[in-house]
C-alpha cells in the first residue's frame, strides 16, 4: 500500500511571494504518478499538475512547478509570484502505473492550507 | 461538455434511511471513481471501476455498494446509513492517455 505524508497542515505567505508545500511518499512501485490538487473553498478538486515517475524533468505549469527527487521519494510544489487566489487546500496524490486493467485510484495526503495575505 | 456531475448536491438522512448518489461524465472515460472527504482526512477511496462492468474496493468500502451502469454512469449506495457515513462524496473519472483523474462539484451528505 501507498501512503502519502504532508507535514505541514497551514502555510501563509504574503501576496507575490514565491511558497513551497512539501510532500513525501511511500511504495514498492516503479511506474507511477504524482499530482498536485487544489480545492478552494468552493471544493472543486483543480488539477495544478502532474508528473510521471519515469520522467527526471520536473514538471513545470506556469507559475507552479515541482521538485520530483525519486529517490528521496519527495514530490514538494513551488507557487511563484502567489495571487489571493491561490489561497486553497492543496492535496499530494499518488497513482500506480496502470497494471493493463485500468487506472487504480488516487491515495491522497491529508493536505496543507495555503493562504495567501494581502 | 459537462464534464463530471453529480446529483444531488446536498442531503441530509436519518439513520437506517438508504439513498443512492448519482455520477455521470461525458468525457467517454473507462475508470470511474467514489472517494469521501472527511475533515483532516484529505480524500480516501471508496470503490472503483476500472472498466464498465468490473468494480472494486477501495480504502474505506464497508458499509457502501456501488453499480456500473454504463460507460457513463457510476453510482454509490448506502443501505443503511449511519452518522459516520456524514461527509462530502466526490465522483471521478479517469482519462487514461495523461493519467489524470477528474473531479465532480461533490456531495455533502449529513446523517443524523
Known amino acids: 500500500a501507498q501512503t502519502v505524508t504532508q507535514s505541514q497542515p497551514e502555510m501563509s505567505v504574503q501576496e507575490a511571494e514565491t511558497v513551497t508545500l512539501s510532500c513525501t511518499y511511500d511504495t514498492s512501485e516503479n511506474n507511477y504518478y504524482l499530482f498536485w490538487y487544489k480545492q478552494p473553498p468552493s471544493r472543486q478538486m483543480i488539477l495544478v499538475i502532474r508528473?510521471?515517475?519515469?520522467?527526471?524533468q520536473n514538471a513545470t505549469e506556469n507559475r507552479f512547478s515541482v521538485n520530483f527527487q525519486k529517490a528521496a521519494k519527495s514530490f514538494s510544489l513551488k507557487i511563484s509570484d502567489s495571487q489571493l487566489g491561490d489561497t486553497a487546500m492543496y492535496f499530494c496524490?499518488?497513482?500506480?502505473?496502470?497494471?493493463?486493467?485500468?487506472?487504480?485510484?488516487?491515495?491522497f495526503g491529508k493536505g496543507t492550507h495555503l493562504i495567501i495575505q494581502p | 461538455n459537462a464534464g463530471v456531475t453529480q446529483t444531488p448536491k446536498f442531503q441530509v438522512l436519518k439513520t437506517g434511511q438508504s439513498m443512492t448518489l448519482q455520477c455521470a461524465q461525458d468525457?467517454?472515460?473507462?475508470?470511474m471513481y467514489w472517494y469521501r472527504q472527511d475533515p483532516g482526512m484529505g480524500l480516501r477511496l471508496i470503490y472503483y471501476?476500472?472498466?464498465?462492468?468490473?468494480?472494486d474496493k477501495g480504502e474505506v468500502p464497508n458499509g457502501y455498494n456501488v453499480s456500473r451502469l454504463n460507460k457513463r454512469e457510476f453510482s454509490l449506495r448506502l443501505e443503511s446509513a449511519a452518522p459516520s457515513q456524514t461527509s462530502v462524496y466526490f465522483c471521478?473519472?479517469?482519462?487514461?492517455?495523461?493519467?489524470?483523474?477528474?473531479f465532480g462539484p461533490g456531495t455533502r451528505l449529513t446523517v443524523l
Open positions: 496524490a499518488f497513482m500506480k502505473g496502470y497494471s493493463g486493467g485500468g487506472a487504480d485510484g488516487l491515495t
Open positions: 468525457m467517454n472515460h473507462n475508470s
Open positions: 471521478a473519472s479517469n482519462f487514461m492517455e495523461t493519467s489524470t483523474q477528474y
Open positions: 471501476s476500472a472498466s464498465e462492468g468490473t468494480t
Open positions: 508528473q510521471e515517475a519515469y520522467k527526471q
